[in-house]
């Protein structure tokens, strides 16, 4: 029977995490998973669950809520029409490959190296959140053929390596070919999906050893953080994206660019130190 208190100050922690995960991810419009994976690992390390698979079961848990994110995501900008099908049909099955990869990579991996993984992607993510420009180009339309064949993998593969849906990546990557902005994000919101829902599958049955695992965590998945952090996004971010249209959300974003390059930095030196 788990002890009611620690079960308690855990609930309090990742109410408060749902919570502002949400409102960055509707003000900013970026991923939850880029604020959930540090924010559980601290949390749960600070609740004395430490270990070598801590990291792994992180990056499950925020993959598991990504794909309740990202399938309500692309149903509202699909009403819109605003999802690009073709570019989402095209890069579908590379992109589920590299997931799956990313999890079978990720499950046999410690907790120092997916943290260092993941500091140092979030270091280039947040580069590019503080230093990127709308006019970057490398092409005119999105990429077909082997240069398809070889990026969808790979961006998949990092996502689930971070623990994060199809924008960090997906967006970038396709604004650098000229898809507008709009259309970029509501199609990175399907990548969310193809990353998540393959990848939650695999790390179901990569178990946690019982002595520290936190309660009611299914295989990697832990079922309290994922009910509490759903119930809040949902509540929050629509918080977020109002709050969005009465400020500078251009830079809002190189300020949590600089936040999110500390928080890395941080965890690479936490994956250096252990």
């Known amino acids: 029977m788990p002890d009611m208190g620690l079960l308690i100050a855990m609930g309090a922690m990742l109410l408060v995490i749902g919570a502002f995960a949400g409102v960055l991810a509707g003000l900013l419009g970026v991923g939850g998973g880029i604020v959930l994976v540090p924010a559980f690992f601290y949390a749960f390390a600070v609740l004395g669950y ?6 792994r079961m992180c990056l499950a848990t925020s993959l598991a809520t990504i794909i309740v994110t990202s399938l309500r995501s692309v ?33 046999s991996l410690r907790s120092d190296w997916l943290q260092a993984i993941f500091g140092t992607l979030a270091v280039v993510v ?10 970057w ?15 969808s993998p790979v961006i998949g593969f990092l996502s689930v390596l971070m623990g ?52 009611l965590t299914v295989g990697s998945v ?3 953080a994922f009910g509490l952090v759903i119930a809040m996004t949902l509540i929050t971010a629509p918080m977020g994206a109002a709050l969005a249209h009465r400020t500078d959300a251009q830079r809002l974003k190189r300020v949590f660019g600089v936040f999110l ?10 994956a250096l130190a252990g």
């Open 137 to 151: 180009r490398l092409g005119p339309v999105m990429p077909v053929g082997v240069l398809r064949a070889v990026m």
């Open 222 to 224: 832990n079922l309290v």
């Open 75 to 107: 149903a509202a900008h699909n009403r819109k029409g605003a999802v690009d099908w073709s570019i989402l049909k095209g890069w579908a099955p590379g992109i589920a490959i590299g997931a799956v990869v990313g999890v079978l990579v990720a499950s």
């Open 50 to 55: 430490d270990s070598p698979e801590l990291m």
């Open 164 to 215: 994060i849906g199809g924008g960090s990546f997906g967006v970038p990557v396709m604004s650098l070919y000229g898809v507008p902005i709009h259309r970029a994000v509501a199609t990175a919101a399907g990548f969310g999906v193809l990353i998540a829902v393959p990848s939650v599958l695999g790390f179901l049955v990569v178990p946690m050893p019982e002595a520290v695992r936190p309660p």
């Open 261 to 270: 390059i500390l928080v890395a930095l941080n965890m690479i030196r936490s």
């Open 126 to 135: 947040g580069l590019y959140m503080t230093l990127g420009k709308s006019t």
